[in-house]
C-alpha cells in the first residue's frame, strides 16, 4: 500500500521555465516531507524538506509547498535548467516507527534546451 | 567525507545463487538502511538497524534475504536463494542520528540481475 504517491512517472520543460512535480500521502501522521534527487547510476541526494508546520520552504530555486488538508505536496523548480533533469522523489518518515521513511515511485524530470 | 559506500556496483547471477550485498556507512553514523528500487513499486525499505541492533525487518520480502550489521563500519545484505524477480537496485543508506527527520545519506547502489 503506497502510503505517498507520485502520480506521474514523468515531466518534461523547456529550460527557463517552471517545473511542478506534485506528491499526494494518506497517512496523517506524517509530519515532515523530504524531496530526493535522482541521477542514473547514483544514489537519492536530499534537495529539500518541510515541516507540517509550515506550508512552504524555499531555498534558491527550488520551493516546496505542502496542503495539509488536501495531503498534498509539490515542489516547483524556477527556472528549470537541463542539469535539473533527474528523478525526483517525494518521502515522509514515520515519527511512530523511528526513521522509517516511505518513498513515492518517483517523478523523471527532463529539462529540454 | 567519502559517502556511503555500496559494493559490488553490479552484480550478475544465476537463479538459485547466493548473492551478497556490502554497506559502509559513513563514519558517525549510527542509523542504517537498505532499500530496493523497483520500477512499480519505487524505494521500499527492507530493514534498518540503529546502533547495529536491528529495527524493523518487515520488508525484507521473504526468508531468503538476510541482513547483518557486525559493526559500525560494515553491513550485509544476502539473498540465498536468489530469483529473477530480485533483480532491483539495492540501495544502502545511512543517517546521523534517530530522529525521523534527520534526511537519509545513499550510496550508489548495486544492480542486481538474477538469470
Known amino acids: 500500500d503506497q502510503q505517498v504517491k507520485q502520480n506521474s512517472p514523468s515531466l518534461s520543460v523547456q529550460e527557463g521555465r517552471i517545473s511542478i512535480l506534485n506528491c499526494d500521502y494518506t497517512?496523517?501522521?506524517?509530519?515532515?516531507f523530504l524531496w530526493y534527487k535522482k541521477y542514473p547510476a547514483e544514489g537519492p541526494t536530499f534537495l529539500i524538506s518541510?515541516?507540517?508546520?509550515?506550508d512552504k520552504n524555499e531555498d534558491g530555486r527550488f520551493t516546496v509547498f505542502l496542503n495539509k488538508s488536501a495531503k498534498h505536496l509539490s515542489l516547483h523548480i524556477v527556472p528549470s535548467q537541463p542539469g535539473d533533469s533527474a528523478v525526483y522523489f517525494c518521502?515522509?518518515?514515520?515519527?511512530?516507527?523511528?526513521?522509517?521513511?516511505?518513498f513515492g515511485t518517483g517523478t523523471s524530470l527532463t529539462v529540454i534546451p | 567525507d567519502a559517502g556511503v559506500i555500496q559494493s559490488p556496483r553490479h552484480e550478475v547471477t544465476e537463479m538459485g545463487q547466493e548473492v551478497t550485498l556490502r554497506c559502509k556507512p559513513i563514519?558517525?553514523?549510527?542509523?542504517l538502511f537498505w532499500y530496493r528500487q523497483t520500477m512499480m513499486r519505487g524505494l521500499e525499505l527492507l530493514i534498518y538497524?540503529?546502533?547495529?541492533?536491528?529495527?524493523?525487518d518487515s520488508g525484507m520480502p521473504e526468508d531468503r534475504f538476510s541482513a547483518k550489521m557486525p559493526n559500525a563500519s560494515f553491513s550485509t545484505l544476502k539473498i540465498q536463494p536468489s530469483e529473477p524477480r530480485d533483480s532491483a537496485v539495492y540501495f544502502c543508506?545511512?543517517?546521523?542520528?534517530?530522529?525521523?527527520?534527520?534526511?537519509?545519506?545513499f550510496g550508489n547502489g548495486t544492480r542486481l540481475t538474477v538469470t
Open positions: 543508506a545511512s543517517s546521523p542520528r534517530t530522529a525521523h527527520n534527520s534526511p537519509l545519506h
Open positions: 497517512n496523517s501522521m506524517f509530519d515532515y
Open positions: 518541510i515541516s507540517s508546520i509550515k
Open positions: 518521502a515522509a518518515p514515520l515519527r511512530v516507527t523511528g526513521n522509517q521513511f516511505y
Open positions: 563514519s558517525g553514523h549510527n542509523s
Open positions: 538497524f540503529n546502533n547495529n541492533v536491528p529495527i524493523d
